[in-house]
């Protein structure tokens, strides 16, 4: 398997290589040159794999598809140790809950619970195999990395708590000052590991984001440095992401001529763009459906072609907090196949079109079409008046408390239900990481797990920064010395 840069860049790498790169060297994402294909009988065997092995046995599947640079026998050995019910809570990893009314008799809307891990957030799902591929190739290389990440909120602990005391890494996480909760913060800034910095932008998350892309731009100092990126520009991030689309499929389908649909709450687009590999693939997905919050720029791109970032300004700061994001990374993934992988036209809009302009409009283009009558898209948005009172129905009909990300999907989610299709909607987070909406909402306090009791009063390491590049790639050089 060999993976291009959405840009046309002329190299074919390998997934170690791009596992430890990020951004290609002309600044395009990395995939695949093709996409494995399961048919039926293809697909028979990986949901007996799921149903003997587990979610281990089918991560172990899928991934080998795309990864033919790590020994089967290690590659098989890193799924077991990252998809155990020690870490992720349950045998299953990715438990089916239906949103079951009494009296219903098979119900048409689930959520997948993927925030049973480490940090309570579905980040941990890719970003616990993640540190465990970055500790695995730096030590048969031997060789050391630095990580600069960017986070509305869970990418960064969860890429911290998957890194923190790895031998040879070292993260450097940028987060939008003040804008992230309270418990969030918590749980990154009490990290005081010697090999976990936290750096706190004057900004928004996309001035965080921009910084990222910029040092990764920057070739010489990346080379110098060893800068790699967890953040879902990562390719392998989003191909553990993948896994969990064919675990939920086979958890709500009896057998493979059945198709689901699936809400995601986005923001960077990498949770919904691995719902798309796995369609691409041959996954019976019916629709792949966006919910936003009010920072609205991809549920406006589906439905008028327009894709219109917004500046720091115009970036509502929301209960939905890590969707508050107007720069949609992920999104070139989507536009460089929907565009029939022309790589020119694509470097054309990411590269020069919104940098210069702000927007693109693909409205006029016949292949925007494809988006929905090919690709399966759907797109809705949720406010904050929406999380409050998904979150008082979700309690009072189901006696289940979500967080307001979660909130978001839902809402959205039964606004595109089909008859004989289930919807499942990809949990974002615990509630407790959101507890002053839930409180808003329900006049209560969500559940804490006993291991983050007091986490908000624990010591603080936190450096604040202006929003600049030059100041960041200092940071980085004076801890790399």
């Not at 470097?347 to 925007?368: M, N, Q, T, V, W």
């Not at 009909?397 to 239900?417: C, N, R």
Request: hydrophobic fraction near 40%; proline fraction near 4%.
């Amino acid at each position: 398997m060999r993976y291009l840069s959405t840009r046309g860049h002329a190299d074919r790498k390998q997934f170690c290589e791009i596992l430890l790169e990020g951004l290609a060297p002309d600044g395009g994402l990395y995939l695949p040159e093709n996409y494995p294909q399961l048919d039926i009988a293809g697909l028979t065997r990986l949901r007996e794999i799921w149903q003997s092995q587990g979610y281990a046995g089918l991560a172990f599947e899928i991934l080998s598809l795309y990864i033919d640079d790590i020994p089967r026998d290690d590659l098989q050995a890193l799924c077991r140790k990252t998809y155990t019910a020690e870490v992720f809570g349950t045998k299953e990893i990715v438990p089916l809950k239906p949103l079951q009314a009494p009296g219903q008799s098979q119900p048409d809307l689930y959520l997948e619970a993927l925030s049973n891990g480490p940090t309570l957030a579905f980040k941990d799902m890719a970003m616990q195999l993640l540190g465990n591929l970055f500790e695995y190739e730096l030590a048969r290389r031997g060789e050391e990395l630095n990580i600069l990440g960017a986070t509305s909120g869970d990418t960064g602990s969860a890429a911290e708590y998957a890194m923190r005391g790895k031998k040879g890494v070292r993260v450097f996480m940028t987060s939008p000052n003040g804008r992230m909760s309270p418990f969030q913060q918590a749980q990154m800034f009490s990290l005081l590991d010697k090999n976990i910095y936290n750096i706190a932008i004057d900004g928004v998350f996309d001035d965080c984001q921009d910084i990222v892309k910029a040092v990764s731009n920057d070739l010489a100092f990346k080379r110098r440095f060893k800068i790699g990126t967890v953040n879902s520009i990562n390719w392998a991030r989003l191909l553990a992401q993948v896994v969990y689309y064919f675990a939920g499929y086979f958890q709500a389908t009896q057998n493979n001529d059945q198709k689901v649909s699936f809400t995601v709450p986005s923001g960077n687009f990498g949770n919904v763009c691995a719902g798309h590999v796995a369609r691409m693939m041959g996954l019976p997905i019916d629709r792949l459906v966006v919910a936003t919050n009010e920072n609205d720029v991809l549920d406006e791109f589906f439905h008028t072609g327009i894709y219109h970032v917004r500046g720091a300004t115009n970036t509502h700061e929301t209960s939905s907090p890590s969707m508050d994001i107007s720069k949609a990374s992920n999104f070139e993934r989507f536009v460089f196949d929907l565009l029939e992988r022309d790589d020119t036209q694509t470097k054309a809009i990411f590269g020069e079109a919104l940098s210069r302009e702000g927007f693109f409009d693909l409205s006029g283009d016949p292949r925007f079409a494809k988006a929905a009558n090919a690709y399966g898209f759907e797109s809705g948005r949720s406010n904050h008046v929406d999380r409050l009172k998904t979150i008082q129905q979700v309690f009072s009909s189901y006696g289940m408390v979500i967080d307001p990300h979660t909130a978001d999907g839902v809402k959205v989610a039964k606004e595109h239900l089909k008859a004989q299709v289930p919807m499942i909607v990809l949990e974002t987070a615990l509630p407790i990481k959101f507890a002053s909406t839930v409180v808003e909402a329900l006049g209560r306090q969500p559940e804490r797990p006993a291991q983050f009791v007091g986490i908000e009063s624990l010591p603080k390491r936190v450096q604040v920064m202006q929003a600049d590049v030059d100041l960041i790639k200092a940071f980085i050089t004076q801890h790399c010395q």
